[in-house]
């Protein structure tokens, strides 16, 4: 029989790292709540990175290399990437996507969206700002929302050049297993023995490198 004392520690479904005592009752941490906050600040505006994937359709543009010349076939008017991102679809659809189940879940009326697609965004992510704390606490797939919107701003920064693809590093886990991490990783759990790590934890393992040739 299980006693209360053998219960896990509530975590944070985001880092995985236990939580505060004025946080048991949330899906996530502050410092995890906040990096969704601004992730979602990073995308709107004039400024902001959904704005810059204009700038970064045509071949050639930032982000996206040298125009590789010699084929016998023309080269596309526009490159591919930043535009599923910044057509319907991409970024505007999947956070209108999220909006509409937090709405459905809160018992409100269906969002209304007006304007272009720049507009739209900016509507959105004003609004998902404002039901974040809520959703911090309550919402079940929290987390599922933290990972997909953090995927969109690291593709948006890597098609705009706003940053390099993300490098990852070799950790070795406490049963030898080799582990690939980045620098921004939320938590990582090892294949092998199933130990869970949050953020803190995993850039805290030794490198794979320096382990194996002790």
Same mark, same amino acid.
């Given at each position: 029989m299980m006693h209360l004392d053998d219960a896990p520690a509530p975590a944070c479904t985001i880092c995985h790292n236990g939580l505060y005592e004025?946080?048991?009752?949330?899906?996530?941490?502050?410092?995890?709540? /906040?990096? #969704?906050?601004?992730? $979602? &600040?990073? %995308?709107?505006g004039a400024d902001g990175l959904y704005a810059r994937l204009a700038h970064s359709l045509r071949p050639g543009s930032s982000g996206g290399g040298p125009v590789v010349s010699g084929s016998r076939t023309a080269p596309l008017p526009v490159r591919l990437e930043p535009l599923s991102l910044a057509a319907r679809g991409g970024v505007v659809t999947i956070?209108?996507?999220?909006?509409?189940?937090?709405?459905?879940?809160?018992?409100?009326?269906?969002?209304?969206?007006?304007?272009?697609?720049?507009?739209?965004? /900016?509507? #959105?992510?004003?609004? $998902? &700002?404002? %039901?974040?704390?809520?959703?911090?606490?309550?919402?079940?797939?929290?987390?599922?929302?933290?990972?997909?919107?953090?995927?969109?701003?690291?593709q948006c920064q890597v098609v705009t050049g706003g940053e390099k693809p993300t490098r990852r590093i070799g950790v070795a886990c406490t049963c030898g297993h080799t582990l690939r991490v980045t620098l921004d990783t939320a938590g990582v759990r090892c294949p092998a023995c199933s130990t869970q790590y949050g953020h803190s934890e995993a850039l805290r393992l030794p490198l794979a490198e320096r382990r194996n040739a002790a």
């Open positions: 004025n946080e048991l009752t949330h899906q996530a941490c502050r410092p995890c709540t /906040d990096r #969704v906050d601004h992730n $979602l &600040r990073a %995308l709107a956070l209108q996507t999220w909006l509409i189940d937090w709405h459905d879940l809160l018992g409100y009326r269906h969002p209304r969206w007006d304007g272009d697609l720049q507009q739209q965004l /900016d509507q #959105v992510v004003k609004r $998902l &700002r404002v %039901l974040l704390p809520w959703a911090a606490e309550e919402h079940g797939a929290f987390d599922e929302f933290a990972r997909e919107l953090g995927s969109l701003v690291h």
